[in-house]
Nanobody, 124 residues
Framework: QVQLRESGGGLVQAGGSLRLSCTAS????????MGWFRQAPGKDRELVAA????????YYADSVKGRFTISRDNAKKTLYLQMNSLKHEDTAVFYC?????????????????WGQGTQVTVSS
């Protein structure tokens, strides 16, 4: 039922910033655990940030700690990923996803609704 759509990707120079958005639509929406994933060419999809259903507890991969911030706007039904101090190695397709009915989720197999992805390219 729920549909997720990412936006905000693009080309940015190393050291720059981008904010990704993920908006939910298409059904009765209530917050579950949500996450941002990225997949670089030839690499597995990896979890970079997660937010609990209550919107308080966060998780960040070691590679992005201190640089990325996950948050949400309840009224807009939108999940955000603020990315600062971007590095070339951050280049990937970024996906948002939700783990329906879960309060927290850290495994890719726990996520059951996915957006189509948005490309982030960081030039060196």
């Amino acid at each position: 039922q729920v549909q997720l759509r990412e936006s905000g990707g693009g080309l940015v120079q190393a050291g720059g910033s981008l904010r990704l958005s993920c908006t939910a639509s298409g059904g009765t929406f209530s917050w579950s655990a949500m996450g941002w994933f990225r997949q670089a060419p030839g690499k597995d999809r990896e979890l970079v940030a997660a937010l609990s259903s209550g919107g308080v507890s966060t998780y960040y991969a070691d590679s992005v700690k201190g640089r990325f911030t996950i948050s949400r706007d309840n009224a807009k039904k939108t999940l955000y990923l603020q990315m600062n101090s971007l590095k070339h190695e951050d280049t990937a397709v970024f996906y948002c996803a939700t783990a329906k009915y879960r309060a927290t989720a850290f495994k890719i197999e726990d996520y059951n609704y996915w957006g189509q992805g948005t490309q982030v390219t960081v030039s060196s």
